[in-house]
């Protein structure tokens, strides 16, 4: 069978199994996580809360430092972050997370101060620790770090590690179903979504427990209850 005939059969499967980030950087990107992207199973996760919250928490998402030597590292690492943060938007890990368009993490002092003195519960940031792009026929990788601070104590309640890469192999595939389907073909991008979505479920997890069980669970309110049956007379 023709090359092109087999692609046609298959792109509705690569279809579900692709990963994109939409070229409009004006809105929330849109990110398919794919099969494409090589990492552990679980994300490193050094520090997590023990409890719950009782009701679902803000948060203020700094864009990612970019304190590698490499040229314009800090539009680099802003749009890398646009992409992480679209990725928790699509998971909705907070009900409400802006993003700090011009203020990348620089210290956990200065975001804590930053987002409370907003009005946010929580301080979203971190680093890349490594950005290795390969381009189109060579193999891609990300590392990342990733912190939130409760802003009323100032403490640090999440400290989460993860990496991935995408090799030359996958790297070919990917390269030819984005170009066919008129999508951007750098392959960090996808890295960086696919780590977003593994760092983001615990986290989603955590912020929304107590909530979830108040709806499975609801309590009945002292004013609904019905007036006790009166006794029939002796």
């Not at 400290?159 to 990917?174: C, I, K, P």
Request: proline share 9%; aromatic share 10%; with cysteine.
């Amino acid at each position: 069978m023709p090359r092109r005939a087999v692609f046609l059969l298959l792109a509705p499967v690569l279809l579900l199994a692709a990963c994109a980030v939409s070229p409009d950087l004006a809105q929330p990107p849109t990110v398919y996580v794919d099969e494409y992207v090589h990492r552990d199973f679980f994300p490193q996760i050094t520090l997590a809360p023990a409890n719950a919250p009782m009701q679902p928490q803000t948060a203020l998402f700094f864009p990612l430092a970019n304190r590698l030597q490499m040229r314009n590292a800090a539009h680099v690492g802003r749009e890398l972050s646009r992409v992480f943060w679209g990725s928790w938007l699509k998971l909705k890990v907070f009900d409400t997370l802006p993003f700090l368009d011009n203020e990348p993490w620089k210290d956990s002092a200065t975001a804590v101060a930053r987002a409370r003195a907003a009005g946010f519960d929580l301080a979203v940031g971190g680093e890349f620790t490594y950005l290795l792009f390969g381009g189109s026929a060579g193999t891609s990788t990300v590392s990342l770090r990733l912190e939130i601070y409760d802003t009323a104590s100032g403490e640090l309640i999440w400290s989460m590690a993860h990496a991935g890469s995408m090799s030359a192999d996958l790297t070919r595939d990917y390269f030819l179903f984005a170009t066919k389907n008129r999508l951007p073909t750098e392959p960090v991008s996808a890295i960086v979504a696919a780590l977003a979505e593994d760092l983001g479920k615990p986290v989603r997890e955590w912020n929304w427990r107590e909530e979830l069980k108040r709806k499975k669970n609801p309590q009945p309110s002292p004013l609904d209850d019905p007036k006790p049956a009166a006794k029939p007379r002796q």
